[in-house]
T-cell receptor
Framework: SQQGEEDPQALSIQEGENATMNCSYK?????LQWYRQNSGRGLVHLIL?????REKHSGRLRVTLDTSKKSSSLLITASRAADTASYFC????????????FGTGTRLTIIP | KAGVTQTPRYLIKTRGQQVTLSCSPI?????VSWYQQTPGQGLQFLFE???????NKGNFPGRFSGRQFSNSRSEMNVSTLELGDSALYLC?????????????FGPGTRLTVL
């Protein structure tokens, strides 16, 4: 079963613009992670935010977490063509356990 | 460090056959997890192994099984294949830290069941 729902399902923007994706989840979490997947390949870990954190930055990525609303957002600034991919949020709900529950994903297309 | 490797990358089988997929984790990682990805169901957790023991299991039928060896390499097996088993099977390894389980994914094995 899917823990997270991502919004929007698909997003197309011009190169250079910012892209924002949202993730909602259902149960309490230990941490939330964002992954990128290029065209049916393996997933690449982007960023992890713990349940006691509200915001985290990594390069052009900014992630926020609102545990009261059970939601997170991923902002990619100054988008590039290479950012075209599917983005998934994944929640870790079991302390010390490696199981991740993934959202449905957002397909991001950057138009050059 | 070499990344997570999965073999084979592509596989075609027919209904009723069985298949074994292999995953070699990053050196030093003791946890290996398996996920199934399909267009309809998305990414779904299959099971996780840590130090040769299955530590967690998803909601998949008993036809799906796995194991982990002493060198942390893992295999998953699917018996009596069904058309719906066609999917991308992803393996991920992790150092297994208690509060930080960033997982490193392999490129996946694309299984097609005819």
């Amino acid at each position: 079963s899917q823990q997270g729902e991502e919004d929007p399902q698909a997003l197309s923007i011009q190169e250079g613009e910012n892209a924002t994706m949202n993730c909602s989840y259902k149960t309490s979490i230990n941490n939330l992670q964002w992954y990128r997947q290029n065209s049916g390949r393996g997933l690449v870990h982007l960023i992890l935010i713990r349940s006691n954190e509200r915001e985290k930055h990594s390069g052009r990525l900014r992630v926020t977490l609102d545990t009261s609303k059970k939601s997170s957002s991923l902002l990619i600034t100054a988008s590039r063509a290479a950012d075209t991919a599917s983005y998934f949020c994944a929640t870790d709900t079991n302390f010390g356990n490696e199981k991740l529950t993934f959202g449905t994903g957002t397909r991001l297309t950057i138009i050059p | 460090k070499a990344g997570v490797t999965q073999t084979p990358r592509y596989l075609i089988k027919t209904r009723g056959q069985q298949v074994t997929l292999s995953c070699s984790p990053i050196s030093g990682h003791r946890s290996v997890s398996w996920y199934q990805q399909t267009p309809g169901q998305g990414l779904q957790f299959l099971f996780e192994y840590f130090s040769e023991t299955q530590r967690n299991k998803g909601n998949f039928p008993g036809r799906f099984s796995g194991r982990q060896f002493s060198n942390s390499r893992s295999e998953m097996n699917v018996s009596t294949l069904e058309l719906g088993d066609s999917a991308l099977y992803l393996c991920a390894s992790s150092a297994g830290h208690v509060d930080y389980n960033e997982q490193f994914f392999g490129p996946g094995t694309r299984l097609t069941v005819l």
